[in-house]
């Protein structure tokens, strides 16, 4: 992909930057390398394509965007399913603990988890649940198709190959399992996800798809399997897909809506609305049979991915008064780290102009799934102690993406309290200035302990779903890293 782009206009070119000249007086300079960094969940995977938002051709954009619908039909489903599984859950246990007011055995081979007082679940609820049902096993056809471990697998093996492709999150049960996201199995990621969506040859039946039935005829003796009939094409299992989201469209919305079921969610903490990949508040206009997905759909949408992801594009400068154009090819790579694969990380740090590190402020008051007694915050602090004391990122830039802001400021304004979960917080305003003033301080104060040499970093706020702002702050990067490139160059 090639961009014109007025920050390189204005960047005029020693002699010395020169390393190649076609007989188009064509320049190309040195590549860019840039690593994007950061714990799971915070966010890489939308950067990484909001940098393809901005720099891809508009037809290559379209096109991938296209194959971006089951993905985000899978979001939702997954979004529904989760909803489904803790209503019903609430629903057992307040049945149980009805029977044993009445006297009668407890049964022991129920969930253990305690009724929720107070709330009054109808026929309405069960019926909800009973129809949606279905649903379970179109996420995972969906996650067939898409080529995802399912859900279902444990892992309690926590020295696993840390970039192992079939590799899950460790110790994590399944009804907590249905809050991550699975892993891609194939090494690219997401892309190859896409590229076998649109390459997708005549499908085979499966045995998880076999068994859905039309929601709409499930009742009568001649339903038929959704996906039994022999459909080629992948228009055809998406329209398939859709169908059955757009037959259950109402009950959908129904149970988003049920105060009781908001209730449930809030009780037991489960904010499904700051999960990536949400879309319940959009559930009706993607369970339309012509849904399509818009640029915001693609950046929010959400898959799970392992090992390393390159995206690589090149930007080139409009001709200057001699006639000369110059070109450069950026090369940015989305790393999936973890503490016990440092040694695999480090490896792509050689030769890094930059680093962008994302910590989302929003999971001050969440636990690292496989170490409870870790919070999520804690582990941004400790990842970004250790690039910053990285030896081989001495010569690189630090760019610090304090991310998820939106989140941060929903979670405040419903009361939440940081001091609670950070002590060190102490009696400061719960606000979303004093708290971001708060964080950034904190990160600062590492990279000034931490750092081999004292050298500046760049710090901006950023919330992940605003696509505008974070094309203007990607810019403003852009520019920092090109400038200090070029201020290399000049220096040979």
Same mark, same amino acid.
């Given at each position: 992909?090639?961009?014109?782009?007025?920050?390189?206009?204005?960047? +005029?070119?020693?002699?010395?930057?020169?390393?190649?000249?076609? =007989?188009?007086?064509?320049?190309?300079?040195?590549?860019?390398?840039?690593?994007?960094?950061?714990?799971?969940?915070?966010?890489?995977?939308?950067?990484?394509?909001?940098?393809?938002?901005?720099?891809?051709?508009?037809?290559?954009?379209?096109?991938?965007?296209?194959?971006?619908?089951?993905?985000?039909?899978?979001?939702?489903?997954?979004?529904?399913?989760?909803?489904?599984?803790?209503?019903?859950?609430?629903?057992?246990?307040?049945?149980?603990?009805?029977?044993?007011?009445?006297?009668?055995?407890?049964?022991?081979?129920? /969930?253990?988890?305690?009724?929720?007082?107070?709330?009054?679940?109808?026929?309405?609820?069960?019926?909800?649940?009973? $129809?949606?049902?279905?649903?379970?096993?179109?996420?995972?056809?969906?996650?067939?198709?898409?080529?995802?471990?399912?859900?279902?697998?444990?892992?309690?093996?926590?020295?696993?190959?840390?970039?192992?492709?079939?590799?899950?999150?460790?110790?994590?049960?399944?009804?907590?399992?249905?809050?991550?996201?699975?892993?891609?199995?194939?090494?690219?990621?997401?892309?190859?996800?896409?590229?076998?969506?649109?390459?997708?040859?005549?499908?085979?039946?499966?045995?998880?798809?076999?068994?859905?039935?039309? /929601?709409?005829?499930?009742?009568?003796?001649?339903?038929?399997?959704?996906?039994?009939?022999?459909?080629?094409?992948?228009?055809?299992?998406?329209?398939?897909?859709?169908?059955?989201?757009?037959? *259950?469209?109402?009950?959908?919305?129904?149970?988003?809506?049920?105060?009781?079921?908001?209730?449930?969610?809030?009780?037991?903490?489960?904010?499904?609305?700051?999960?990536?990949?949400?879309?319940?508040?959009?559930?009706?206009?993607?369970?339309?049979?012509?849904?399509?997905?818009?640029?915001?759909?693609?950046?929010?949408?959400?898959?799970?991915?392992?090992?390393?992801?390159?995206?690589?594009?090149?930007?080139?400068?409009?001709?200057?008064?001699?006639?000369?154009?110059?070109?450069?090819?950026?090369?940015?790579?989305?790393?999936?780290?973890?503490?016990?694969?440092?040694?695999?990380?480090?490896?792509?740090?050689?030769?890094?102009?930059?680093?962008?590190?994302?910590?989302?402020?929003?999971?001050?008051?969440?636990?690292?799934?496989?170490?409870?007694?870790?919070?999520?915050?804690?582990?941004?602090?400790?990842?970004?102690?250790?690039?910053?004391?990285?030896? *081989?990122?001495?010569?690189?830039?630090?760019?610090?993406?304090?991310?998820?802001?939106?989140?941060?400021?929903?979670?405040?304004?419903?009361?939440?309290?940081?001091?609670?979960?950070?002590?060190?917080?102490?009696?400061?305003?719960?606000?979303? =200035?004093?708290?971001?003033?708060?964080?950034?301080?904190?990160?600062?104060?590492?990279? $000034?302990? +931490?750092?081999?040499?004292?050298?500046?970093?760049?710090?901006?706020?950023?919330?992940?779903?605003?696509?505008?702002?974070?094309?203007?702050?990607?810019?403003?990067?852009?520019?920092?890293?090109?400038?200090?490139?070029?201020?290399?160059?000049?220096?040979?």
């Amino acid at each position: 992909m090639v961009i014109t782009t007025s920050a390189i206009q204005r960047n +005029k070119p020693s002699e010395g930057a020169t390393t190649h000249k076609s =007989q188009h007086n064509r320049i190309t300079r040195t590549p860019v390398k840039l690593l994007l960094l950061g714990q799971s969940g915070s966010g890489k995977t939308t950067t990484l394509k909001h940098f393809k938002f901005t720099y891809a051709h508009r037809d290559e954009w379209a096109e991938e965007r296209a194959a971006w619908r089951p993905v985000v039909f899978l979001n939702l489903v997954r979004n529904i399913n989760l909803v489904v599984e803790h209503l019903s859950a609430a629903m057992l246990n307040d049945k149980l603990a009805a029977t044993a007011t009445d006297g009668s055995p407890k049964d022991t081979t129920s /969930p253990s988890e305690a009724p929720l007082p107070g709330l009054k679940f109808t026929d309405e609820h069960q019926r909800l649940c009973t $129809r949606l049902q279905d649903l379970v096993g179109v996420q995972l056809d969906l996650e067939r198709r898409l080529g995802l471990a399912p859900l279902e697998i444990i892992n309690t093996d926590a020295d696993a190959a840390p970039l192992d492709p079939e590799e899950a999150e460790p110790g994590i049960l399944v009804s907590e399992k249905r809050e991550e996201e699975s892993f891609n199995h194939w090494k690219d990621g997401w892309k190859a996800a896409l590229g076998r969506l649109q390459t997708s040859t005549p499908r085979e039946e499966s045995s998880c798809s076999a068994s859905l039935t039309d /929601p709409e005829n499930s009742g009568s003796s001649d339903s038929k399997p959704l996906f039994a009939r022999p459909v080629g094409s992948r228009d055809s299992w998406e329209d398939d897909i859709a169908g059955t989201l757009n037959s *259950l469209s109402e009950d959908i919305k129904l149970l988003w809506q049920d105060s009781t079921v908001q209730e449930v969610l809030e009780r037991k903490s489960v904010w499904v609305q700051n999960m990536p990949g949400f879309f319940l508040d959009d559930s009706v206009s993607i369970a339309s049979r012509d849904y399509r997905p818009a640029d915001e759909d693609v950046l929010r949408a959400h898959i799970r991915t392992v090992g390393i992801q390159e995206l690589k594009f090149t930007i080139e400068s409009a001709p200057d008064e001699d006639g000369r154009i110059f070109v450069q090819n950026w090369y940015m790579y989305e790393v999936a780290i973890k503490r016990s694969s440092r040694a695999v990380w480090y490896s792509y740090f050689d030769d890094a102009d930059a680093v962008l590190f994302l910590a989302p402020l929003s999971v001050f008051d969440e636990k690292v799934p496989d170490e409870p007694r870790m919070n999520r915050l804690e582990e941004s602090y400790l990842f970004w102690g250790n690039l910053c004391s990285c030896d *081989l990122l001495t010569r690189s830039h630090l760019i610090l993406l304090l991310n998820k802001c939106h989140l941060l400021d929903a979670k405040l304004k419903r009361g939440i309290q940081i001091r609670d979960s950070v002590p060190s917080y102490g009696t400061r305003a719960n606000d979303f =200035q004093t708290a971001t003033k708060y964080f950034q301080q904190h990160f600062k104060e590492i990279a $000034r302990r +931490k750092s081999p040499v004292q050298r500046p970093f760049y710090m901006h706020l950023t919330s992940e779903i605003n696509s505008k702002s974070t094309a203007v702050i990607m810019g403003t990067i852009e520019e920092c890293i090109l400038r200090e490139h070029l201020r290399r160059a000049e220096m040979i």
